[in-house]
């Protein structure tokens, strides 16, 4: 089948990495006046205790025999020892580093409900047969890469037309007569004719919405070897309509793409709402449906990661999470950036670039700004680091 390429996330690998707080200055931290970094002519020993060297040692003791101590110039040869404060007096004195720690952001993953609806009709036993063959792996893949996914079928049982009936561990095991698994999988127990799929969805919404979630991404997968009575208009208004989390579905179509002897008509309706929404397109002609289940899975998988939207990592043990202390850092081929944080989705466009806490009062997870989100997409490489520790960068 001809299965357009779909796009995949790079998964992201946990690492830490702990800076600790330095303290330059010997003896306790604090300014570096007074404190020189090193005394020429005196050196520590194994203990820590500094203590002249053989070489004063000697000198001493001539100094002792002639009964007295020879004037100099410092930096003479024999002179008194020059003090080395290790830097231009005019610098800036160094500053401490705060203690950090690093991990790599994890993507946070959405659930994903998806519907599927399938032609019932007398031409249509092999795509049954087919769909039926395919429901669990697909279904397995999904949850295997870490999406909790809801699965409902608008479809007849066996007896009825090509009726489809799921084995476990999707269905729930009373093949032929039933496999509901609630609330994993949801069969609904109708007919679907040659033209009538999209009308189908419709009218059996209070059948099959109870399975699904308000923050689940939403696909629609239609089996179909003929064309839609509804248009692709009125069928895309009105499923929008029907729930405000079915706003970014997308449809994937599995139907004739050209005049073949396995289907009855051009599934022009459904190329168009698979055009529409950004779903899977495949010709039904091709009688080859695992390369299309896998298409669409990765699909599924692939969108329901929040490519813009991370986690915040655990602090360390015996340390406590300071939402002030947070800094979110970019490394790509363009180099290393740190981005600044902002109150929140409101001030996103008084900056260039910006991230903000996604409950400010309990923040869970960062949210880049909508800019932001779009520069990242731009990169080649990219991997977001969140930094834990150190006073939050404010953007500006």
Same mark, same amino acid.
């Given at each position: 089948?001809?299965?357009?390429?779909?796009?995949?996330?790079?998964?992201?690998?946990?690492?830490?990495?702990? +800076?600790?707080?330095?303290?330059?200055?010997?003896?306790?931290?604090?300014?570096? =006046?007074?404190?020189?970094?090193?005394?020429?002519?005196?050196?520590?020993?194994?203990?820590?205790?500094?203590?002249?060297?053989?070489?004063?040692?000697?000198?001493?003791?001539?100094?002792?025999?002639?009964?007295?101590?020879?004037?100099? !110039?410092?930096?003479?040869?024999?002179?008194?020892?020059?003090?080395?404060?290790?830097?231009?007096?005019?610098?800036?004195?160094? %500053?401490?580093?705060?203690?950090? +720690?690093?991990?790599?952001? %994890?993507?946070?993953?959405?659930?994903?409900?998806?519907?599927?609806?399938?032609?019932?009709?007398?031409?249509? #036993?092999?795509?049954? $047969?087919?769909?039926?063959?395919?429901? $669990?792996?697909?279904?397995?893949?999904?949850?295997?890469?870490?999406?909790?996914?809801?699965?409902?079928?608008?479809?007849?049982?066996?007896?009825?037309?090509? &009726?489809?009936?799921?084995?476990?561990?999707?269905? &729930?095991?009373?093949?032929? $007569?039933?496999?509901? *698994?609630?609330?994993?999988?949801?069969?609904?127990?109708?007919?679907? $004719?040659?033209? *009538? /799929?999209?009308?189908?969805?419709?009218?059996?919404?209070?059948?099959?919405?109870?399975?699904?979630?308000?923050?689940?991404?939403?696909?629609?997968?239609?089996?179909?070897?003929d064309e839609s009575n509804l248009s692709a208009n009125n069928f895309d208004e009105t499923f929008r309509g029907l729930d405000l989390a079915h706003e970014d579905y997308r449809l994937h179509a599995i139907v004739s793409l050209e005049d073949c002897q396995a289907a009855a008509e051009i599934g022009?309706?459904?190329? =168009?709402?698979?055009?529409?929404?950004?779903? +899977?397109?495949?010709?039904?002609?091709? %009688?080859?449906?695992?390369?299309?289940? #896998?298409?669409?899975?990765?699909?599924?998988?692939?969108?329901?990661?929040?490519?813009? !939207?991370?986690?915040?990592?655990?602090?360390?043990?015996? #340390?406590?999470?300071?939402?002030? @202390?947070?800094?979110? @850092?970019?490394?790509? !081929?363009?180099?290393? !950036?740190?981005?600044?944080?902002?109150?929140?989705?409101?001030?996103?466009?008084?900056?260039? @670039?910006?991230?903000?806490?996604?409950?400010?009062?309990?923040?869970?997870?960062?949210?880049?700004?909508?800019?932001?989100?779009?520069?990242?997409?731009?990169?080649?490489? /990219?991997?977001?680091?969140?930094?834990?520790?150190? #006073?939050?960068?404010?953007?500006?």
């Amino acid at each position: 089948m001809n299965v357009p390429s779909t796009s995949k996330t790079a998964p992201i690998a946990l690492k830490a990495m702990i +800076v600790p707080a330095l303290c330059l200055i010997a003896g306790a931290c604090g300014p570096d =006046e007074g404190r020189p970094d090193s005394f020429s002519g005196l050196d520590a020993g194994d203990d820590g205790i500094t203590s002249l060297g053989d070489e004063g040692m000697d000198g001493d003791d001539e100094m002792a025999d002639e009964g007295g101590l020879e004037e100099s !110039e410092p930096g003479e040869e024999g002179g008194a020892p020059l003090l080395d404060f290790g830097g231009d007096p005019d610098e800036e004195p160094e %500053q401490e580093e705060c203690a950090s +720690v690093s991990a790599a952001a %994890q993507a946070i993953k959405l659930p994903a409900d998806i519907l599927f609806v399938v032609d019932n009709s007398g031409s249509m #036993e092999f795509e049954s $047969n087919s769909v039926q063959a395919n429901l $669990n792996s697909f279904s397995q893949q999904i949850i295997a890469s870490g999406v909790d996914a809801h699965v409902a079928l608008i479809s007849s049982y066996p007896g009825d037309g090509h &009726g489809i009936c799921v084995d476990a561990p999707l269905g &729930g095991g009373a093949c032929p $007569n039933s496999d509901d *698994n609630y609330p994993i999988f949801e069969h609904v127990d109708t007919f679907v $004719n040659s033209h *009538n /799929a999209l009308e189908r969805v419709v009218e059996r919404y209070g059948d099959w919405s109870p399975i699904m979630r308000p923050d689940a991404v939403k696909h629609v997968v239609v089996v179909s070897d003929d064309e839609s009575n509804l248009s692709a208009n009125n069928f895309d208004e009105t499923f929008r309509g029907l729930d405000l989390a079915h706003e970014d579905y997308r449809l994937h179509a599995i139907v004739s793409l050209e005049d073949c002897q396995a289907a009855a008509e051009i599934g022009d309706t459904y190329i =168009e709402l698979a055009n529409m929404t950004g779903g +899977v397109l495949a010709d039904l002609c091709d %009688q080859n449906f695992a390369p299309v289940f #896998e298409a669409i899975s990765e699909e599924v998988i692939a969108g329901s990661q929040l490519a813009c !939207e991370y986690a915040i990592p655990e602090p360390p043990p015996g #340390e406590s999470f300071d939402p002030d @202390q947070v800094n979110v @850092q970019v490394l790509s !081929e363009q180099g290393e !950036e740190t981005i600044g944080q902002v109150d929140g989705p409101s001030a996103c466009g008084q900056v260039s @670039q910006g991230w903000y806490y996604d409950d400010p009062e309990n923040p869970q997870n960062i949210v880049a700004c909508p800019q932001t989100c779009a520069t990242f997409q731009t990169y080649e490489f /990219a991997e977001i680091i969140i930094e834990l520790g150190c #006073e939050t960068v404010i953007a500006e």
